[in-house]
């Protein structure tokens, strides 16, 4: 014992707790040991695991405590020194590095604890998004239970049956008990129950609209819950105990909802209908957001399809009555059409059969004036030429008023000159103004074209129109006539919204001005002025001589160049002043200096004789026959008539010189005489000029006779100077191609 070097134990010891302790050291030092296998197992079979170092170090940690309790196995009994050394080694480095790993442990754990918070986190996060699917789902689900529900209400456009087919999809969609839907009455006080999906016999009850539960849904656009026993929800007979079902409501807006039934919904105050939907009764089923959002969805479009019905209905409506109107007005056109053509056909006739016995009067008073009168015979005839010309002139205001509302008037443009169309107005009204003693003055400014382009006939009848009225309507005193040109500055104040003058370089604006001392008119009576028929009694009442036809024919002409034309008064007895003012082309050299020299045309006039020219007159009507052939042969022409066209084809040679036709008329063979005469005489220099006498002053009949190869058309009736005047002219310059009124 003295020479082992044992170290024997302090205290005595227990056997059997010695044995204990010696065993417990064992199977604690096994499970040290089979720790660090089981950790190098975990690491092997661990893809990623940041902290393996730590691992290898607490694995080391463990390995030291193991072998210190399988060391201390020997300690339990006489052991030597080396035991003791190897034990406190075991004991040193176990100290070692349980401190290096305590030490470690305080840096990982906040790691592996943030590790399990971002573990939390995405945990949480992944139920997030499980529920956010959820929701997709189900919002998936309810967008393809609307777009079925919308397809089905929008497959038609009857508004009874997408009311009907809403209710009937979405019982069927959600599995309801109930689905009804309350309209506003036509009182507005009242929501009567119109439609049922399943109890038909509540069709028709009414309920107050103003209850507090009416309210709360017409207030809100989301569905609300309702209590089951408020009026709008009890649809079911009460039959026996049972739990209702859930009850919600939701309003339909009413869009332009004008005439729903019976035509009694043009004024509606109520814009909302109101829709019930109740689950199915004795049923723990409650309703989900995702219901609610479809219920109110379906309410929006069966709002857009109502309304989309109403609006095809209105515009079919609309179409309806359209069609209805076309008809009317084609109807109406027809007739219109008809009337003109009658109206037409009558004046064509009436002016024949009116300038007939005019063309008489006025071409035998013509004949009577060349002829040895007395005193008193010259004054009846003149008297009787005068009275023939104003009646002429009334014919001629109707046929042109006529014209002039159908819009077939149109005016003839030619280069003519204009002061000579003053000058002519002026020797037209001299001879009346003389007798009642009036004085007419005539002023042409320097810068007023000598010659211009425009309606010369038109111009006159308006000049002479206006100055026919200073002289009717003055007794005393004086009448001044003064033409202008229209600078451009004058041009802008005579602008109003009906006249809107622009200035340009192929034409100018005349301005005329007539000055009468004449009554005058009351301010009151100036918007009747250019009235037809329409006389100011204030200006000569019934001794005025006038139909009321001249100004209202003058402003037609002269809105028809472009013009305006007024008239001021400073009132009774004081006289008044019409303006007139109104576009004319500026004429071309060429043009003035061929209508230089027409003027000595005129002036031979008076001595013109026609002796031995062979002249053919071919007329229907025995009168108008004898009376131009007395023109004619007072001229000192050798004259044959005929009273057809066959007659005149038969006795027409090259010895005639001029033949007059007829073509006034509708129907007659005027033309075609014409045409066959050209076809028979090929030769310009053997065929006779050809001149039409016609009671139309339309372009259609003078473009007519040009077809035709017409070479001149005189208006009836004819004097005796204007047949002086027309032959003169086809003799001197050859065709005339003009109309000679």
């Not at 119109?194 to 569905?223: C, D, E």
């Not at 105990?241 to 005439?259: C, D, F, K, Q, T």
């Not at 007939?356 to 071409?363: G, L, N, Q, R």
Request: hydrophobic letters at 45%; glycine letters at 6%; one cysteine or more.
């Amino acid at each position: 014992m003295d020479n082992c070097n044992c170290i024997d134990p302090h205290l005595p010891a227990d056997d059997l707790l010695m044995k204990y302790q010696y065993i417990s050291d064992f199977f604690i030092a096994l499970a040290y040991f089979s720790i660090p296998l089981e950790l190098i197992y975990f690491v092997k079979k661990s893809a990623v695991f940041p902290y393996r170092w730590v691992l290898v170090q607490f694995g080391a940690f463990i390995v030291l405590c193991g072998a210190t309790h399988f060391i201390n196995l020997w300690t339990f009994s006489m052991h030597s020194r080396n035991v003791e050394v190897v034990m406190t080694t075991a004991k040193v480095l176990t100290a070692v590095v349980s401190c290096a790993t305590a030490l470690m442990l305080v840096h990982i754990i906040p790691d592996l604890l943030s590790v399990k918070t971002r573990e939390l986190f995405l945990k949480n996060k992944a139920a997030e998004l499980d529920r956010e699917m959820g929701l997709i789902r189900t919002q998936e689900e309810t967008g393809r239970h609307v777009r079925m529900l919308t397809h089905e209400i929008r497959s038609t456009l009857d508004r009874h049956t997408i009311l009907n087919t809403t209710l009937v999809e979405l019982g069927r969609t959600l599995a309801l008990e109930e689905c009804s839907l309350w309209m506003p009455m036509r009182n507005g006080l009242e929501l009567q129950l119109s439609y049922s999906l399943h109890y038909q016999n509540s069709v028709g009850t009414t309920v107050p609209i103003h209850l507090p539960v009416i309210n709360q849904v017409f207030s809100s656009n989301r569905a609300i819950k309702v209590s089951p026993n408020s009026p709008v929800a009890r649809v079911r007979p009460l039959a026996g105990r049972y739990i209702p079902g859930e009850v919600v409501a939701v309003r339909v807006p009413l869009l332009h909802l004008s005439n729903f039934q019976n035509n009694d919904w043009q004024d509606l105050s109520t814009k909302y209908a109101l829709m019930i939907l109740m689950l199915p009764s004795d049923s723990a089923r409650q309703w989900r957001a995702h219901e609610l959002e479809l219920v109110e969805v379906v309410a929006d479009q069966v709002a857009v399809a109502l309304s989309h019905a109403t609006i095809l209905e209105e515009s079919m409506r609309a179409r309806d009555l359209l069609m209805e109107q076309n008809v009317a007005l084609d109807a109406a056109r027809r007739e219109a059409e008809t009337a003109i053509r009658a109206r037409n056909d009558f004046l064509a006739v009436m002016n024949h059969e009116m300038r007939t016995p005019m063309h008489a009067i006025i071409a035998l008073s013509s004949l009577m004036q060349e002829t040895e009168l007395t005193a008193e015979q010259r004054l009846m005839v003149e008297t009787v030429l005068r009275s023939s010309n104003l009646l002429a002139t009334l014919i001629n205001d109707v046929l042109d008023l006529s014209k002039l509302e159908d819009g077939s008037l149109e005016l003839d443009l030619e280069t003519f000159n204009l002061h000579a169309v003053f000058r002519e107005v002026v020797n037209l009204i001299k001879p009346v103004a003389s007798v009642k003693k009036l004085a007419v003055s005539l002023s042409l400014t320097p810068d007023l074209p000598t010659y211009a382009v425009g309606d010369e006939k038109r111009l006159m009848q308006i000049i002479l129109n206006v100055a026919g009225n200073a002289v009717k309507f003055s007794k005393e005193g004086s009448i001044s006539i003064i033409a202008s040109l229209v600078k451009f500055d004058s041009l802008r104040e005579a602008s109003t919204p009906d006249f809107m003058p622009v200035p340009g370089a192929n034409h100018f604006y005349l301005r005329v001005q007539v000055k009468d001392s004449g009554l005058g008119f009351n301010p009151q009576d100036k918007p009747n002025l250019f009235n037809k028929f329409a006389q100011n009694h204030s200006l000569g009442g019934r001794n005025s001589g006038g139909q009321g036809l001249g100004l209202a024919i003058c402003k037609r002409f002269v809105s028809l160049m472009e013009g305006r034309i007024w008239i001021e008064s400073e009132g009774l007895g004081k006289g008044c002043t019409a303006f007139f003012i109104l576009k004319l082309g500026i004429a071309d050299r060429a043009n003035e200096a061929a209508h230089f020299f027409s003027p000595q045309l005129s002036a031979n006039n008076g001595v013109a004789n026609f002796a031995g020219l062979k002249v053919l007159i071919m007329d229907e009507n025995g009168v108008s026959r004898m009376v131009t052939k007395g023109l004619l042969v007072h001229l000192g022409c050798d004259v044959s008539t005929v009273g057809s066209g066959q007659e005149c084809m038969l006795i027409i040679s090259q010895e005639h010189k001029v033949v007059f036709i007829d073509v006034s008329v509708p129907g007659t063979d005027g033309y075609e005489v014409a045409a066959r005469i050209r076809e028979r005489f090929s030769s310009s220099h053997k065929r006779p000029l050809l001149v039409a006498l016609t009671g139309n002053t339309d372009r259609a009949t003078k473009e007519h006779c040009l077809r035709v190869g017409i070479d001149g058309v005189i208006l009836k009736p004819v004097s005796l100077e204007k047949m002086r005047s027309v032959l003169l002219e086809l003799l001197e310059n050859g065709p005339l191609r003009a109309l000679k009124s």
